[in-house]
């Protein structure tokens, strides 16, 4: 160290001797420097052409020259600028002013000559975080259970959530509709928990069903039946950004991933408890006694996409991208947080640190794509077969450092395996008592599921309750921090996120029959001008909102009522036919799609082969969710393309005649008979009067215009006519956004 | 009519045989109203569609959106700063702003060299010389600044004035305000929309009625020659089909009168009747071999590299002519040149400058310039300091944006950066300004053109907003 002159040296050389005197680095002047300089003056931003985070480049000065003279605070540049109050700026970026006895410190350091330890670089990710004030914050907070609110009109009372919810719409002067029709609960339950409309057979039973209990049977036989883990996967398969290929230029499918999606509608099917649930996804190699199953939960970590031929160079930068791919799915998918945020810098609005980020980093990374070279692996798994999922050969994880500004380059300290520190007073242990792994994950995973991990429930009880009510009483379902929506019922929430995990036992069917039960879901969704007025968003619920099908759900729905569903389950991602066009305009037109045909192409759209480069025109159309990432919510739209996807798309015609051939065949010369079960079958209803009226001459002049078309020989009219009074049934609003 | 009936053909069948496509578009409109006037149902059939009368008389009937998804640099294009050239590897002589959406370093100078261009004198840089050579028809707006920047954030403002709420997008409200001309087609087509960035929020009508939500035709992921609307043929015949149609208006409509209003089922019904109406209407206009091989080559057809953008601009004045309100099409992200800015940024300028100037060309000999405002620009700008040693960040606080015809004086630069071109400083222009402007033009002024939704008025300016009135003509 060159110190200038060497009476400065003697200075210092004096003032070294006097420890007791000496401000301490760590404790008094690295805080205010990171707190209150670091933002701006480091090697990245360099404000002023000045980097604070070495004693080096402190001692070298910016663009106005030096800016500490050692032993002289008042003749220190630095020191000058904070007492004139010019630092650090006031406005903007919410840095504090340096407080004073901060600023004493400071300057005793400097008199004492400012010794800094050797090799010390501090760095902004040192930043530290109010995490006492931070974890103030609503959902940071413990789940406590609320008491159940009265209600002035108890009569509509089923259970404790029409206790939050009526006791809410009567403090807006709001009430709960009045019960939804049999028919029209009957359908809305049935798609609901089985994304299917009920069957001919299945209304006859239940409305001739006199019961006071019929509809809670009805409820366990649908939570009963396999179609319900096909629905309620495929909404978690939107979480875990599932596809059936890995993305970029080859796109290349992805072996034996429909192993994953299998086993999550198996889950569902045996209702394994969430907290199970989670464990296995996150660490299923990790357990005690890991089986076939547990390993293909682990597929998780392996669903997102692949870049399958990276630029050397990139390499590094890639691999941080793909770990961040891991750190933000898990932390969105089961936290609700959006730490991916402070890859780069901490996060602007939450209490999450850039060492929060890297340090699950930590836990994650060891993890590997088992591929080879350009291709992508599954790997044998004893005598049951291969499976698709990341593999961690190492008890002990090379080391994983913080990446200063995001960058593969540049190289931060090494970080330790450890949970965002605002939800853990206490950090759970990672013991790196491994067997074949660290077991960091499961480390992670036990952490998620303990009793009192305040987000894990709540999140995954509002993902259930957005479902079936179209909006999460936090509407924002994957963002709990700081920038997404508060709660609207904030009691209502925590009582059912305490329930699921005390009561319940993390059960989802406990808390589909619990939210199915309720008056709240069973109330009708007609529209009531007073209540618009009040509430014009129906955030209160005072009716059942009106929400469309998902795509999926359409789909099956119209293959249910043509009769041609084809119910068989599990096995690999079928490709269904798509229009020319569409291959026509894939980059690789040959081995992009071979379509299949025959029976298997009237599975359920869950097993429909999800190829990354090339959506179904009809699944897109419809606002398929985006593949590459996490997505918590469909979005919604009602444009003309939809309307000509329905109309004209060979899928929806080919169901359009295969129903009305149904009617025909069962139905046989009786018109009549033919329009009561094409309502009963699309919309489980009968026809009003009007209705059946409109739709019998509708058939008479359909059939005249098809006799006058000169173009075809008139046969089969009939039958013809049938097909556009069935795709007219299949288009409907009510078929589409049901009651 | 009567004849017609007798021999029904397929619709596509009617439009390879018909010599004379606009007839026959006029002939499925006259079809649709003979079969309206046969609906038997009580409620009247509006069409939210039809055209309305501006506010006030207006000076352009509708916009073409040029959307340079990812921002371009204002200093490697319009904004030339002898400054950053001169000062070139030293610190910018001022602060950063105290948001900025990474960290840059120096000054650096723009790789390409400036000159002044046409009678307007408008400094243009070497990377649009096409674009440069119709300075004398356009306004450059070097003042303005936004809010965000990022990019999600900067889209959304962009397109609908709030980078935190689904809002409405401009082209919607614009289809709200107007209607929309030929209503055989969407009042608003988004040809080739990002799907990131907020995706379909750029172009959705939010809680205006579903009907004005912009029609994409294709996605960034598609080739211009395939953005086609999918489905956009089928095999029944026509006749056949509007026979169902109003079936289906007839019992969607009984339906409504049992559940009350509802926006979403109220925005189908109306879907349907325009798909049916598209169905004739679109794909002949977006079939660009009818064009004359000259004019395929004004727009950069022949090459390669221009040849997408070319007949995404194209299409946009076909559109324009048949109508449509509001165009945008997007040259997709392409233009974050964070690293790379020499190499990347003069591709990105190669594929569109051609195909712009062939659109300003266009439009002009065919007498359109006068009432269609073109709309050149990106989310925001870049930063004059250095990303890496061949990068600029995003720069919200000051970049340029072009407008031409519709009404705005030609040949002017309106407003300034400061002299290393970082801040917008002399006559800014926010978003909010421009989205004022562009719809003054349209004849609908921002702060009343509103609509009612939760209990309050919303305007696409919120409350803010100047029409700058210095750049009318």
């Not at chain 1, 008491?147 to 002067?173: C, G, H, Q, T, W």
């Not at chain 1, 119209?558 to 690999?572: A, F, I, W």
């Not at chain 1, 894939?586 to 869950?606: L, P, Y």
Request: proline content about 6%.
């Amino acid at each position: 160290m060159n110190f200038g002159t060497p009476l400065l040296l003697l200075i210092v050389l004096f003032l070294f001797a006097v420890p007791i005197q000496a401000a301490d680095f760590e404790k008094d002047i690295a805080p205010v420097l990171i707190e209150h300089c670091l933002e701006c003056h480091q090697p990245n931003k360099k404000s002023g052409g000045l980097d604070l985070t070495s004693f080096i480049m402190m001692k070298a000065g910016g663009d106005q020259g030096a800016v500490l003279v050692l032993g002289n605070p008042k003749e220190s540049l630095m020191i000058q600028r904070i007492e004139a109050g010019e630092m650090p700026p006031k406005e903007g970026r919410g840095l504090k002013a340096v407080a004073s006895a901060d600023l004493l410190k400071f300057k005793e350091w400097i008199s004492e000559g400012a010794k800094w330890p050797a090799n010390r670089t501090l760095g902004i990710h040192e930043r530290k975080v109010d995490l006492k004030a931070a974890r103030e914050f609503w959902s940071f907070q413990k789940v406590k259970r609320p008491a159940i609110p009265k209600v002035k009109d108890a009569s509509r009372v089923s259970n404790p959530i029409d206790s939050f919810i009526i006791s809410k719409l009567e403090a807006n002067n709001l009430s709960l509709a009045q019960p939804a029709s049999k028919g029209n609960l009957l359908r809305r339950a049935s798609l609901g928990i089985r994304g299917l409309p009920p069957t001919l057979e299945e209304q006859d039973r239940f409305l001739k069903d006199q019961r006071p209990d019929s509809y809670l049977s009805l409820v366990e036989q649908f939570l009963g039946d396999p179609a319900h883990g096909e629905k309620w996967a495929r909404h978690w398969l939107d979480l875990v950004r599932y596809a059936d290929s890995n993305g970029y230029e080859r796109d290349a499918a992805k072996p034996s991933v429909w192993k994953y999606r299998d086993y999550v509608i198996a889950a569902f099917n045996n209702d394994k408890p969430y907290d199970r649930f989670v464990l296995e996804q996150i660490a299923g190699d990790e357990l005690p006694e890991p089986s076939f199953e547990t390993m293909v939960a682990t597929g998780f970590h392996a669903l997102g996409t692949w870049q399958d031929e990276v630029d050397p160079l990139e390499a590094a930068q890639y691999r941080a991208d793909e770990v961040d791919d891991l750190i933000r799915t898990t932390t969105q998918t089961f936290l609700g947080l959006t730490i991916g945020c402070a890859r780069c810098h901490n996060h602007k609005f939450d209490p999450l640190t850039m060492v929060d980020y890297y340090s699950l980093g930590a836990i994650l990374s060891p993890l590997k794509r088992p591929n080879q070279g350009r291709t992508d692996a599954d790997i044998p798994y004893g005598n049951f077969g291969k499976l698709y999922r990341l593999v961690e050969s190492s008890t002990k994880p090379n080391p994983t450092h913080l990446l200063l500004s995001g960058r593969a380059s540049n190289l931060g300290p090494e970080m330790k395996p450890q949970v965002p520190a605002v939800l853990a007073p206490q950090q759970p242990e990672f013991p790196e008592k491994g067997k074949q792994t660290s077991e960091r994950r499961l480390a992670l995973a036990q952490w998620l599921i303990q009793k009192d991990n305040p987000l894990v429930s709540r999140v995954i009880v509002n993902r259930v309750w957005q479902q079936h009510f179209g909006v999460g009483l936090v509407a924002t379902s994957s963002d709990f921090g700081q920038m997404g929506a508060r709660p609207t019922h904030p009691e209502l929430l925590d009582w059912l996120a305490h329930w699921f995990v005390h009561d319940a036992k993390w059960s989802l069917k406990e808390l589909h029959r619990l939210i199915l039960l309720s008056e709240t879901y069973r109330q009708d969704s007609f529209h009531r001008e007073a209540a618009a007025l009040v509430d014009p968003e129906n955030k209160f619920l005072w009716r059942f909102p009106y929400k469309r099908l998902d795509i999926e759900s359409i789909r099956d729905s119209m293959l249910s009522v043509s009769g041609n569903l084809n119910k068989s389950m599990q096995g690999p991602g079928i490709f269904l036919p798509v229009p020319d066009v569409v291959i026509e305009a894939h980059t690789d037109k040959q081995a992009a799609w071979k379509a299949e045909s025959g029976n298997v192409i009237n599975r359920r759209t869950i097993y429909a082969f999800v190829k990354r480069t090339l959506t179904l025109p009809l699944l897109e159309t419809f606002d398929f969710c985006d593949t590459t990432q996490s997505s918590e919510k469909r979005s919604s739209t009602n444009v003309a393309p939809q309307a000509l996807t329905l109309f004209n798309s060979q899928f929806v015609n080919h169901q359009a005649e295969q129903l009305a051939f149904r009617l025909l065949r069962d139905f046989k010369d009786d018109q009549g008979m033919q329009v009561e079960m094409v309502f009963k079958l699309c919309l489980a209803r009968s026809p009003t009067e009007s209705e059946k009226a409109a739709m019998l001459s509708f058939l008479q002049k359909e059939s005249k215009a098809i006799q006058m078309d000169a173009t075809k020989a008139p046969s089969n009219i009939e039958h013809r006519a049938m097909v556009q009074a069935c795709r007219v049934m299949l288009n409907l609003n009510e078929f589409l956004y049901p009651n | 009519m009567h004849s017609f009936n007798k021999s029904l053909t397929t619709r596509r069948e009617m439009l390879t045989q018909s010599a004379n496509g606009f007839g026959m578009l006029a002939l499925s409109a006259m079809l649709a109203e003979e079969a309206k006037a046969d609906v038997k149902i009580n409620a009247p059939i509006q069409d939210p569609l039809a055209p309305k009368a501006p506010q006030f008389p207006a000076k352009a009937k509708r916009v073409i959106f040029l959307f340079m998804h990812g921002g371009p640099s204002q200093v490697d294009t319009f904004d030339y700063k002898p400054l950053l050239e001169r000062d070139d590897g030293k610190p910018l002589p001022f602060n950063k702003p105290r948001v900025v959406s990474g960290q840059t370093g120096n000054l650096l100078k723009s790789p390409w060299s400036f000159k002044q261009h046409g009678q307007s004198g408008a400094w243009a840089s070497e990377l649009f010389p096409e674009i440069a050579s119709h300075s004398d028809d356009i306004c450059f707006i070097k003042s303005m600044y936004g809010s965000n920047s990022r990019h999600g954030g900067a889209l959304l403002e962009l397109h609908t004035g709030s980078d935190t709420f689904v809002r409405p997008s401009m082209g919607s409200w614009v289809t709200y305000g107007l209607g929309t001309e030929n209503r055989n087609l969407p009042g608003f087509i988004t040809v080739c929309p990002t799907l990131s960035h907020g995706a379909e929020n750029n172009f959705s009508s939010a809680f205006l009625p579903a009907i004005y939500q912009g029609t994409p035709v294709g996605n960034a992921g598609t080739p211009s020659d395939k953005a086609k609307i999918p489905f956009i043929t089928g095999e029944t015949p026509t006749q056949l089909q509007r026979m169902e149609i109003d079936f289906f208006n007839r019992m969607n409509r009984e339906r409504l009168q049992v559940t009350g209003p509802d926006n979403a089922l109220e925005g189908r019904i109306d879907s349907f009747e325009l798909a049916f109406r598209m169905q004739a209407a679109a794909p002949q206009l977006q079939d660009l071999s009818s064009e004359t091989p000259a004019t395929q080559k004004l727009y950069g057809l022949d090459d390669p590299a221009t040849a997408n953008y070319g007949r995404q601009c194209l299409m946009a004045r076909r559109f324009a002519e048949a109508g449509v309100r509001f165009i945008q099409i997007s040259h997709s992200y392409k233009w974050d040149q964070h690293g790379n800015l020499r190499k990347d940024h003069a591709k990105n300028a190669r594929e569109v400058d051609r195909p712009i100037a062939g659109l300003l060309y266009d439009l002009k000999q065919r007498g359109l310039l006068e009432d269609t405002l073109v709309w050149w620009g990106g989310e925001f700008g870049r930063t004059p300091t250095a990303q890496g040693g061949d990068g600029r960040d995003h720069n919200p606080h000051g970049f340029t944006m072009w407008l031409a015809g519709g009404g705005i004086k030609p040949g002017i630069s309106y407003g300034a950066t400061d002299d290393y071109g970082y801040y917008s400083v002399e006559n800014k222009v926010h978003f909010h300004d421009l989205h004022a402007t562009i719809l003054h033009q349209l004849g609908l002024d921002h702060e009343k053109l509103t609509y009612k939704h939760a209990g309050r008025n919303f305007r696409l300016t919120d409350v803010h907003g100047r029409v700058v009135r210095e750049i009318l003509a």
